[in-house]
């Protein structure tokens, strides 16, 4: 099985919508760090597992949206608390819409925040 790996770090904040958050439920800014992982037991005709340039861009794009907003703000995040095992899902929608690659098998997203936690994603591409 082969893997390929990006990641960016960006600064965003937000604010949980849960009852009873503590202080979470202030603004507050977090360090968050994605993580895109590709896995794939084959390569293209060129040797690759995925385009890498691809998955630079789609982080690009990740981090023009959500750096230095507000998650809770954000379309994405409408109705949701915006936890970041939700920011780890919606990453991952994203990545994959916008990189759309054809060789792997599977996508996980780590979303660290701050270098403490991190919160993942993961599913098959067979899935799209």
């Given at each position: 099985?082969?893997t390929?790996?990006?990641?960016?770090?960006?600064?965003?904040?937000?604010?949980l919508?849960?009852p009873?958050?503590?202080?979470?439920?202030?603004?507050?800014?977090?360090?968050?760090?994605a993580?895109?992982?590709?896995?794939?037991?084959?390569?293209?005709?060129y040797?690759?597992?995925?385009?890498?340039?691809a998955?630079n861009?789609?982080l690009?794009?990740?981090?023009?949206?959500?750096?230095?907003?507000?998650?809770?703000?954000?379309?994405?995040?409408?109705?949701?608390?915006?936890?970041?095992?939700?920011?780890?899902?919606i990453?991952?929608?994203?990545?994959?819409d916008h990189a759309?690659?054809?060789?792997p098998?599977?996508?996980?997203?780590?979303?660290?925040?701050?270098?403490?936690?991190?919160?993942?994603?993961?599913?098959?591409?067979?899935?799209?």
């Open positions: 099985m082969y390929v790996s990006v990641r960016r770090p960006f600064i965003a904040q937000h604010f919508t849960v009873d958050p503590g202080p979470e439920g202030e603004l507050h800014s977090h360090q968050f760090t993580v895109v992982e590709f896995e794939g037991a084959e390569l293209d005709e040797g690759y597992l995925v385009d890498i340039d998955i861009a789609a690009d794009d990740v981090v023009d949206t959500y750096a230095d907003t507000t998650l809770n703000d954000q379309p994405a995040f409408e109705g949701l608390n915006p936890s970041v095992e939700h920011f780890s899902r990453v991952c929608e994203h990545v994959v759309s690659p054809t060789n098998d599977r996508i996980r997203i780590r979303i660290w925040e701050d270098d403490d936690a991190f919160a993942s994603y993961e599913r098959t591409l067979a899935e799209r």
